[in-house]
């Protein structure tokens, strides 16, 4: 019976004839019945065989000494109907091609119902395999096997690109296609993120109270002065690889060397922005952008919100989290309450506000309002009270853009604090009157009584800086005297309290300028953070 024989494309007519006969452009001979002793030459323009035994090809040629080409090897050992094409089926006395074990091979699409000994035809172009031999004795090469010496050849090379014309691959579903891209890409941000300015590696301890900084150690004893206007730059700290969203000097004054800044680069550092200006530490405690973090007021850990829904209190000294919370938001503002410092309160994307316990780990009160999301938080009356500034977009948003509420009853004492259409996207409390500042988005900075029912002055607003949708900041200088805001420009402003006058307008950055600090010991330094990600000290 005539055995199946594989053709160019180009030629359809020669499918017809006869297996035994020979067409010197297309077609092979079916010649597995021509068996040659081991060891035996071959003619010249055919098969050699080495003195190690293998085989070797002269490049172009697929002849025995008979003149008849070698056979092909056959694509599937059973059920044709899993091949695409008939065409390429051989007989089942076929001598099958064997591969390494030690390398898998390529995935298929038809993997799932694919007979074990199959290897797609692209693959055996690409792999070196060893020729597998037969019962009685004789060497057979299939047409793919090929060994080194011979790849140099013209004539090999351009046979094998005819090979691979014939060969057919197998398609990939588009679907199949997008998952292995998808797959390749996370690959790449696993491995960006990997090179990352901590790797999700345990930071190194950090000693916090070894010794005072011989700046501060003069006004540790004497009381606060009188506060200058800073004029220029002491250090200019880069390191974060995204907008900085807030920075703060740390709180106990012996200690107030540190500061810390919150990065939208899932991290938040600690730096001697006093001595040397260099990085002390960098924590990546969290999977997303970190929105908000917090000194304790030991000095001791720092807490920190961002928006992969958690909250982490991280000790300082050993980077370890000594609490884990997981909010059902993205956190935006967070504050320790200022008596009690076993309890914070954080607000977000959410209509909530809600109080934790860090001895319990769990949510004790929850404040709820009709609004969207909450800016900012501002503790008054020693934490008895709080003020909560939100963004909300309906008709009378004005009656709920600030809103104070009782911390123990979970009520709200009043919404009608903030009549003017303008969201409030930060808050800060006079050190030493009892009174507030709201930041808002009408350019101007707004003042209010910190007492019920937190009358808005009408006599006195600070304008001359831009918010524009950034959240930027505002505080008051530990003496009261001056107050500072940052802008969408990237200015620096510094008003007087008493007049509402500028007092010095600090060009510190390229982009908006959304944080700015003053130092609660030293007298005439001042800290601001921008959205391009650099944090500037002045002095």
Known sequence: MASLVAYDDSDSEAETEAAGSVNATSQMTDTRDVVKPRGQDFAPGGLDVTEGGALATKPGSCEDPAGHRLPLARLWRSDPGSCPSRRLQWPRTEPEVTFPTNEPPCPSLWASH?????????????KQVKPSWGTAGSPELSFCAQTKCDTSGTNGSSLQRRRREDCVIPYTPKRLRQLQAVGAETGKSNEAEARGPCARRAPAPLCVASRVSEFIQPYLDSPYKETKIPRSVLFHLRGHRGPVNGVQWC????????LLSASMDKTFRVWNAVDSGGCLQTYCPHSEAVRAARWSPCGQRILSGGFD?????TDLETGT????GQSDFRITTLKFHPKDHSLFV???????????????????????????QTLDILFLQEGSEFLSS??????????RTIIAWD??????????IFHERYTCPSLTLHPREPVFLAQTNGNYLALFSAVWPYRMSRRRRYEGHKVEGYSVGCECSPDGDLLVTGSADGRALLYSFRTASRARILPGHAQACVGTTFHPVLP????????EGDVKIWH
Not at 309 to 313: I, N, P, R
């Open 390 to 399: 939100t963004d909300v977009s309906s008709r009378d948003s004005a009656d």
């Open 251 to 258: 709180p106990v004054p012996s200690q107030s060397h540190m």
């Open 114 to 126: 694919t007979p074990a000994g199959h290897v797609p035809l692209a693959a055996a172009h690409v």
């Open 524 to 531: 005439s330094v001042l800290a601001t953070c921008s959205w």
């Open 321 to 324: 989290q000594l609490f884990s």
């Open 309 to 313: 829904f958690a909250l982490h209190l």
């Open 346 to 372: 954080c607000g977000g994307f959410s209509s909530e506000i809600k109080a934790w316990d860090i001895r319990t780990g769990k949510v004790v009160r929850s404040y709820k309002a009709t609004i969207q």
């Open 407 to 416: 911390f123990r009853s979970s009520a709200k004492i009043s919404n009608q």
